[in-house]
């Protein structure tokens, strides 16, 4: 066969590999299977990541790293300037903020945020609270008391 002689039909109709045929067919007896062992049974697979006795990639190469996503505090995050919303002299806790919309749950953790400015006077109950957020709610005339 030439070069030019290759078309996409040719390959197309493979003929199917009869095994255990007998001896002249070149798949007999074992059926190209080899001899005994977990290979030759049906249904049987290979584990890609073992090696023989060689030691595998996975135990050559150093582990490298740390992960903290399991141990890391999440907090949702209130802004100073969406404190405004609320009255002059009211009290802000985790129940309000999530009545206004402001956070998704009464369980989360909050931490309020300096970004924005602050006119009204408030009582804000919060778990953290960012040192400038906390020096413009005193600033106000307000308090900021941790949870």
Same mark, same amino acid.
């Given at each position: 066969?030439?070069? #030019?002689?290759? &078309?996409?039909?040719? %390959?197309?109709?493979?003929?199917?590999? !009869?095994? *255990?045929?007998? +001896?002249?067919?070149? #798949?007999?007896? &074992?059926?190209?299977? %080899?001899?005994?062992?977990?290979?030759? !049974?049906? *249904?049987?697979? +290979?584990?890609?990541l073992l090696e023989g006795g060689q030691m595998p990639?996975?135990?050559?190469?150093?582990? !490298?790293?740390?992960?903290?996503?399991?141990?890391?505090?999440?907090?949702?995050?209130?802004?100073?300037?969406q404190l405004e919303r609320f009255a002059d002299g009211?009290?802000?806790?985790?129940?309000?903020?999530?009545?206004?919309?402001?956070?998704?749950?009464?369980?989360?953790?909050?931490?309020?945020?300096?970004?924005?400015?602050?006119?009204?006077?408030?009582?804000v109950t919060a778990h953290k609270f960012s040192k400038?957020?906390?020096?413009?709610?005193?600033?106000?005339?307000?308090?900021?008391?941790?949870?």
């Amino acid at each position: 066969m030439l070069n #030019h002689e290759i &078309t996409s039909l040719v %390959g197309k109709h493979k003929r199917r590999r !009869r095994v *255990g045929r007998g +001896s002249g067919s070149g #798949h007999g007896k &074992t059926c190209g299977r %080899g001899h005994k062992g977990a290979g030759s !049974r049906a *249904g049987s697979t +290979s584990i890609t990541l073992l090696e023989g006795g060689q030691m595998p990639l996975f135990r050559r190469l150093p582990k !490298r790293g740390f992960n903290n996503y399991d141990f890391a505090v999440r907090c949702e995050i209130v802004n100073i300037s969406q404190l405004e919303r609320f009255a002059d002299g009211a009290e802000v806790g985790v129940e309000q903020l999530s009545s206004v919309g402001l956070i998704n749950s009464t369980k989360s953790k909050i931490k309020i945020l300096g970004m924005g400015d602050l006119t009204k006077k408030l009582q804000v109950t919060a778990h953290k609270f960012s040192k400038s957020a906390e020096h413009k709610i005193v600033a106000s005339g307000g308090s900021a008391k941790i949870i």
